[in-house]
T-cell receptor, first 111, second 115 residues
Framework: GIQVEQSPPDLILQEGANSTLRCNFSDSVNNLQWFHQNPWGQLINLFYIPSGTKQNGRLSATTVATERYSLLYISSSQTTDSGVYFCAVDPPTSGTYKYIFGTGTRLKVLA | NAGVTQTPKFQVLKTGQSMTLQCAQDMNHEYMSWYRQDPGMGLRLIHYSVGAGITDQGEVPNGYNVSRSTTEDFPLRLLSAAPSQTSVYFC??????????????FGSGTQLSVL
């Protein structure tokens, strides 16, 4: 089946720093989404981005489907950005909506 | 809108007991799903449904049953709990699969411990 790899696995930043999180996938996908799991366990959808670039405030994401990767950019990081960031992909060979999650990037932003 | 509501938030079971995790959404979403999250891992799909009366298996369906009698509700049943089912369970929903923005919305999770 499709493999989803996220890097780096762990990241520690000072408040105000920028970062780039990467999601590589081993096969073509129908859909791709990015999620933030906060320290209380809540999963928040950040982007639905099967291709192209989207921006939402300090966050932006780019998916290059032909090269099988997606990037999540966090600018001017804040302590509230701490948590785990997951990408999830929906491969066309698996049927409808069988999202496969990566193992995540754990981000800690220090004040 | 309340979004996706999961109950209970915490549950402790003994091996062999059965129980049902409840999930309800009030967004008229056609797609609903159940995931489990184990420490240090991403989420794994247990079962999903693309509409009332339609369910299918995900990556890790063994030991779990689901049904979808209404658009709003998608309960997950553990028939005979095992310690390997200790996990955090998340329910998610999404608009119609042909929608232009098919974001997944998650409930707040159920932490289940099986002793």
């Amino acid at each position: 089946g499709i493999q989803v790899e996220q890097s780096p696995p762990d990241l520690i930043l000072q408040e105000g720093a920028n970062s780039t999180l990467r999601c590589n996938f081993s096969d073509s996908v129908n859909n791709l989404q990015w999620f933030h799991q906060n320290p209380w366990g809540q999963l928040i959808n950040l982007f639905y981005i099967p291709s192209g670039t989207k921006q939402n405030g300090r966050l932006s994401a780019t998916t290059v489907a032909t090269e099988r990767y997606s990037l999540l950019y966090i600018s001017s990081s804040q302590t509230t950005d701490s948590g785990v960031y997951f990408c999830a992909v929906d491969p066309p060979t698996s049927g409808t909506y069988k999202y496969i999650f990566g193992t995540g990037t754990r981000l800690k932003v220090l004040a | 809108n309340a979004g996706v509501t999961q109950t209970p938030k915490f549950q402790v079971l003994k091996t062999g007991q059965s129980m049902t995790l409840q999930c309800a959404q009030d967004m008229n979403h056609e797609y609903m799903s159940w995931y489990r999250q184990d420490p240090g891992m991403g989420l794994r799909l247990i079962h999903y449904s693309v509409g009332a009366g339609i369910t299918d298996q995900g990556e890790v369906p063994n030991g779990y049953n689901v049904s979808r009698s209404t658009t709003e509700d998608f309960p997950l049943r553990l028939l005979s709990a095992a310690p390997s089912q200790t996990s955090v369970y998340f329910c998610a929903s999404s608009p119609h699969i042909a929608a232009t923005n098919e974001k997944l919305f998650f409930g707040s999770g159920t932490q289940l411990s099986v002793l």
